[in-house]
């Protein structure tokens, strides 16, 4: 298992729902700006400011995140 996927196992719930909302937040009606965000969507770069963030609240607050 990769350090990354160990690391996201406490937030895996927080993370999905992440994606789901950077996915739709990112859509758009323009088929141009779909393709170019389809490729920032799909980068896993973007994920790691939000995973930390998830990981500090989830410590922060006893396991939880609000």
Not at 1 to 8: A, G, V, Y
Not at 14 to 43: C, G, P, W
Request: charged share 25%.
């Amino acid at each position: 298992m990769k350090i990354t996927e160990q690391i996201k196992q406490p937030i895996a719930y927080e993370m999905d729902l992440f994606e789901q909302k950077f996915q739709l937040a990112m859509s758009s009606k323009v088929a141009l700006l779909n393709r170019i965000t389809h490729y920032i969507v799909n980068r896993k770069g973007k994920q790691m400011r939000p995973m930390f963030v998830f990981l500090v609240a989830k410590m922060l607050n006893n396991g939880e995140v609000s």
